[in-house]
């Protein structure tokens, strides 16, 4: 079992900056990539960012490509999510989850933490 927990969410206004974190814990052995996701009222969960957990490469969805980064921090078992130039449609609870090696999705979330951008 891996369990993830996130933190670093809050309200901010569009143009800032904030920083997500999620800290993993238990077979991290097992783990191939570590992504971010979120979900805003009324809409289907969406692909945010991507990290492979031992190689460091990592991808991003079209519409926070050059304004969000994820970094990771082995040692400490976490990944981050930098968000920079804020809109207000980034608005949405951030969900990080984790996928195992060999497996076709991800297999373990954690309970999100909310975003909010006001305008």
């Known amino acids: 079992q891996v369990q993830l927990v996130e933190s670093g969410g809050g309200l901010v206004q569009a143009g800032d900056s904030l920083r997500l974190s999620c800290a993993a814990s238990g077979r991290l052995f097992s783990i191939s990539l570590m992504a971010w996701f979120r979900q805003a009222p009324g809409t289907d969960r969406e692909f945010v960012g991507a990290?492979?957990?031992?190689?460091?490469?990592?991808a991003y969805a079209d519409s926070v490509k050059g304004r969000f980064t994820i970094s990771r921090d082995n040692a400490k078992s976490t990944v981050n999510l930098q968000m920079n130039s804020l809109k207000p449609d980034d608005t949405a609870v951030y969900y990080c989850?984790?996928?195992?090696?060999?497996?076709?999705?991800?297999?373990?979330w954690g309970q999100g933490t909310q975003v909010t951008v006001s305008s």
């Open positions: 989850a984790a996928k195992q090696m060999g497996a076709g999705v991800y297999d373990y």
């Open positions: 990290i492979n957990w031992s190689g460091g490469g990592s």
